[in-house]
């Protein structure tokens, strides 16, 4: 079974920064697809970056230019490190990770972000 730990969020001024981790319990290299999400208060659940298994990323436009996604096979981790944050991305970020048609996810990190 695997298992998606997400640590890293908190609270920080507009324009500040946040790296949030992922820690997996199995192999990453077993993945096809690892993502962050977020759901902000009263909206739906977004893709916000995410990584195929050959390297691919691909981000919302609402975050390109100001966030990266990383991972590490190596240990089984991966990352978001987010620059020049916006009150709107204020939400509870989510670990996602995909074999196939079987999906994966983290319990949350809170990341507030204050004007």
């Known amino acids: 079974q695997v298992q998606l730990v997400e640590s890293g969020g908190g609270l920080v001024q507009a324009g500040g920064s946040l790296r949030l981790s992922c820690a997996a319990s199995?192999?990453?290299?077993?993945?096809?697809?690892m993502g962050w999400y977020r759901q902000a208060p009263g909206k739906q659940r977004e893709l916000v970056a995410g990584i195929t298994g050959t390297g691919i990323i691909n981000y919302s436009d609402s975050v390109k230019g100001r966030f990266t996604i990383s991972r590490d096979k190596a240990d089984n981790m991966m990352y978001l490190q987010m620059n020049n944050l916006k009150p709107e991305d204020t939400a509870v970020y989510y670990c996602n990770a995909k074999i196939y048609s079987v999906e994966f996810w983290g319990q949350g990190t809170q990341v507030t972000v204050s004007s």
């Open positions: 199995g192999s990453i290299f077993s993945f096809n697809h």
